[in-house]
């Protein structure tokens, strides 16, 4: 299992739509990928899930995955989430 710290760097609140761009990301990975954000802990291959949360750029979470590729799902989706855009 994988825990990675990462500061939200994405403009989540864009015309073209980063959260679906996020899920599509997470569910290219064998791995169970999951974001947390104080309390929460939400599948990141979930729509409704990731839309439940409040991500806006300079966020603290924390990416977690788990299982085979569990290395490439948290660069993955840290890379996504940290790119300037």
């Given amino acids: 299992m994988i ?4 500061i939200i760097q994405k403009d989540m609140d864009k015309e073209d739509h980063p959260i679906a761009l996020l899920v599509q990301e997470a569910s290219q990975y064998d791995s169970q990928v999951y974001i947390e954000v104080d ?3 939400i599948n990141a291959k979930s729509i409704m899930g990731m839309m439940s949360l409040r ?6 979470i924390t990416v977690v995955s788990d299982g085979s ?5 948290a660069s993955g989706v840290e890379n996504f989430l940290a790119a300037q855009a």
């Fill in 3 to 6: 825990r990675r710290p990462v």
């Fill in 39 to 41: 309390n929460k802990k």
């Fill in 55 to 60: 991500l806006e750029k300079g966020l603290n």
């Fill in 69 to 73: 590729d569990e290395e490439a799902a």
